[in-house]
């Protein structure tokens, strides 16, 4: 069974830093790609960071800069470093696997298609 489960949100000052983390089981983290989405009070779902199967890394224009997706395969977890936070990175972060997907690294949500149950990060002062 494929499971995923974040931790590490928490409640940070504007400038700050926090790690999330997203323990994965069921599949191999190493065979697939992984990404970060967050969801901010009345907004939609986005893509903040995604590590591919085998392609690299890619990120939101609104995070260049400040976040690194990471993987380690053999703890098979997935970290999201976070630096220089700003109030407007509030937001319900979920990490998500893409199973089925063998194409260069994509934030578009319908390639995901196993998700965790997400961790609340507030950025406030």
């Known amino acids: 069974e494929v499971q995923l489960a974040e931790s590490g949100g928490g409640l940070v000052q504007p400038g700050g830093s926090l790690r999330l983390s997203c323990v994965a089981s069921?599949?191999?983290?190493?065979?697939?790609?992984m990404c970060w989405f967050r969801q901010a009070p009345g907004k939609g779902r986005e893509g903040v960071a995604t590590i591919g199967r085998v392609y690299g890394t890619r990120y939101a224009d609104s995070v260049k800069g400040r976040f690194t997706i990471s993987k380690d395969n053999r703890k098979t977890t997935l970290y999201l470093q976070m630096d220089s936070l700003k109030p407007d990175d509030t937001a319900m972060y979920y990490c998500?696997?893409?199973?089925?997907?063998?194409?260069?690294?994509?934030?578009?949500?319908?390639?995901?298609?196993?998700w965790g149950q997400g961790t609340q990060v507030t950025v406030s002062s």
């Open positions: 069921g599949f191999p983290l190493s065979d697939n790609g």
């Open positions: 998500a696997a893409a199973l089925d997907y063998e194409g260069p690294p994509t934030l578009a949500r319908a390639e995901y298609n196993y």
